[in-house]
């Protein structure tokens, strides 16, 4: 079971010029947006490679890729591919399978709100499952709630102590959420003590040496 959240060191107000600039170092290196997660049934090459958002070239010719359609024109496309699953939904509202797949839609979607609902009613299905707690956890983050994020990430660490989608998640949102590096690093070194063979190692021990520096800053 992962070790409970340790009490953050610094407020935000308080931190120090240099603390601020460790921060916003750790952003550029993670190469998106700090608040980033790994989704809990993905892997993290993966997850890594869709973040950095690479062109896809194997898009027909003439149609529009996702960047260049409108938030209107991607609603409408996301309310078109959950639509027929809602609606079996209504019929069979235990379906887990169907579920699963609407709340992965809405989160792809970035529709996080709905995603959490679904996750939640997934949850109810099959509790000890440590992938869908992590998704959960990491829609809730992105709805603005850290507490809540960590509070699944842990209850995925509980039932799957090795996740390393958990574990990653975890040190962000203890670092971004709660001003803790010291948290966060706590929880990544568990990250590559229980996967050794991690792919990301190496950039996991660098984002522990940033977390390190901020903390004494």
Not at 9 to 17: C, K, R
Not at 52 to 66: F, K, L, M, N
Not at 85 to 94: C, G, R
């Amino acid at each position: 079971m992962a070790k409970r959240e340790q009490t953050a060191q610094h407020s935000q107000a308080n931190w120090t010029g240099a603390q601020a600039y460790i921060l916003a170092v750790f952003c550029l290196v993670l190469g998106v947006a700090l608040g980033y997660l790994f989704r809990g049934s993905a892997s993290p090459a993966t997850e890594t490679a869709e973040a950095s958002g690479p062109a896809d070239s194997s898009a027909p010719h003439g149609r529009p890729t996702q960047a260049e359609l409108s938030p209107e024109q991607q609603k409408a496309m996301l309310d078109q591919a959950v639509a027929p699953l809602l609606a079996t939904l209504k019929t069979s509202p235990d379906d887990f399978n169907t579920i699963s797949k609407v709340a992965n839609l809405y989160y792809d979607g970035r529709q996080y709100p709905e995603a959490v609902k679904y996750y939640q009613l997934a949850v109810k299905l099959q509790p000890k499952n440590s992938d869908l707690l992590t998704d959960l956890g990491t829609s809730i983050w992105y709805t603005g709630d850290a507490d809540g994020a960590i509070a699944e990430f842990e209850k995925a660490l509980k039932y799957n102590p090795n996740h390393p989608g958990a574990l990653f998640n975890l040190g962000v949102v203890r670092w971004q959420g709660k001003m803790d590096p010291k948290g966060a690093v706590q929880a990544w070194e568990e990250l590559l003590q229980r996967n050794p063979n991690y792919p990301q190692k190496q950039q996991i021990q660098e984002y522990i040496e940033r977390a390190k520096q901020h903390a004494k800053g």
